[in-house]
């Protein structure tokens, strides 16, 4: 129990690491200090090390910045930390400690610090007919010590940054807890069959949202194996591990599954590679958050966002839209993936910001606008959601108005009054 609550302080603290990187820094400082009073300090030449006073300059400076970098990194930490309490919840604080690329970043900078200060007090000046002494394998060492801090700190700071993304944060929690359920619960029971008929399906090995969808390697992996597949999750969506990532239409017995697995990217959150949704999703949320329930509302940049809404959904109102379905050069079905339609996309472009800007005059006049404007150039078949949608906003402008003339100001499009402006 003893051993299973220390294990646990350690695994939980932030200091480990970088203590075993400090103690990791003083040995490599005395083993390569022992290597050149073997070769009497001329193990490498001069011209490579510098003379004393060049070493001395030298490893003073990589000292003093390892211990900025290390101040640094730690102050970065700590402001995480905060940042983190107060965004997402005071009881992810502990996850954060733990982070292993942080710790590791700091020991780094540490163990060069600690190897400086040590190689350091070994440099001697020339005096009294005595030539000075140079321990040049310590000072290369020192050197790639540096070298090596600078690429950690590039990567650090990059890790951090996709470290501090909720979806990061919230896998984080997820990958964590799903290995505990696996020492708490180790039988993992009978697994459930999906239910698609007599078609075979072939599961997600793990979680994760649907960034990327590689066509022509399942349209080729389909064709070897003499069959069709039918993707499950659309662009975008979540999957969970073991749930249906395929249906297979045809023999499933020639297939090679983790080939075909291999063909869809799994990643934290969607991204737009392929994802014309998520693209959508990112200005809805932009205006969503302005408007939201906050004592500074800021329907400016709804606008902003709705601008480029209306700017995205009409260079497609007259494009066709893929049917999701994918040939091999025989002229065979081989990938049938589902996608989104015009009326999804408008649903998504418009519906949340409309509940939450139905009292913003600026907001209502805008999409107002930009609904007439696609309604005027979109194809006939696509014009109905359109108007569905302009009646939806009229009458969540008229209900969030009391008084009728405001309402109707809101709902108002001339060139000449530009209020938004």
């Known amino acids: 129990m003893r051993f299973s609550r220390l294990s646990t302080a350690i695994r939980q603290s932030l200091w480990f690491i970088p203590v075993m990187c400090v103690i990791f820094g003083a040995m490599l400082s005395f083993g390569t200090i022992a290597i050149d009073g073997f070769f009497d300090n001329g193990l490498l030449p001069e011209s490579l090390v510098g003379g004393p006073d060049a070493a001395i300059a030298i490893l003073s400076v990589i000292a003093g910045s390892m211990i900025s970098l290390t101040a640094l990194v730690l102050t970065i930490t700590m402001v995480v930390v905060q940042l983190a309490m107060g965004q997402f919840s005071p009881r992810i604080v502990q996850r954060i400690l733990r982070d292993k690329p942080s710790q590791l970043a700091i020991g780094l900078f540490v163990a060069t610090f600690v190897h400086a200060i040590l190689a350091l007090r070994e440099v001697t000046l020339a005096g009294d007919g005595e030539e000075g002494t140079v321990p040049g394998l310590a000072v290369v060492t020192a050197f790639i010590l540096v070298v090596i801090s600078i690429a950690v700190l590039v990567m650090y700071v990059h890790h951090l940054g996709q470290a501090l993304r909720v979806s990061a944060l919230i896998e984080l929690v997820g990958d964590d807890t799903r290995k505990l359920m696996d020492k708490v619960f180790p039988d993992k029971g009978d697994g459930a069959t999906p239910d698609h008929g007599s078609n075979p399906t072939i599961t997600s090995e793990k979680s994760g949202v649907v960034t990327m969808i590689g066509h022509r390697h399942l349209v080729e992996e389909a064709r070897r194996g003499g069959c069709a597949v039918e993707l499950v999750p659309e662009l975008g969506e979540f999957i969970p591990a073991g749930a249906p990532l395929m249906i297979v239409h045809g023999d499933a017995s020639r297939l090679d599954q983790q080939h075909l697995r291999d063909g869809i990217v799994l990643k934290f959150e969607p991204e737009l590679e392929q994802d014309v949704a998520y693209g959508l999703r990112l200005l809805v949320d932009i205006a969503e958050r302005s408007l939201s329930d906050s004592p500074f509302q800021d329907p400016t940049t709804a606008v902003q966002a709705i601008d480029r809404l209306h700017d995205c959904l ?81 009458d969540a402008t008229s209900a969030a108005m009391d008084d009728k003339r405001d309402a109707e100001f809101a709902m108002r499009v001339d060139g000449g009054d530009r209020t938004r402006r």
């Open 314 to 394: 009409r260079q497609l109102a007259r494009r066709p839209f893929p049917d999701g379905r994918y040939y091999d050069d025989e002229g065979d079905l081989r990938l049938i993936v589902p996608t989104m339609n015009w009326e999804g996309l408008v649903h998504l472009a418009f519906d949340e910001i409309r509940m939450a800007g139905a009292g913003s005059p600026q907001v209502t006049r805008r999409m107002r606008e930009a609904l007439l404007d696609l309604s005027r150039i979109a194809l006939p078949e696509r014009r109905a959601i359109l108007d569905a949608q302009l009646a939806q906003l009229t």
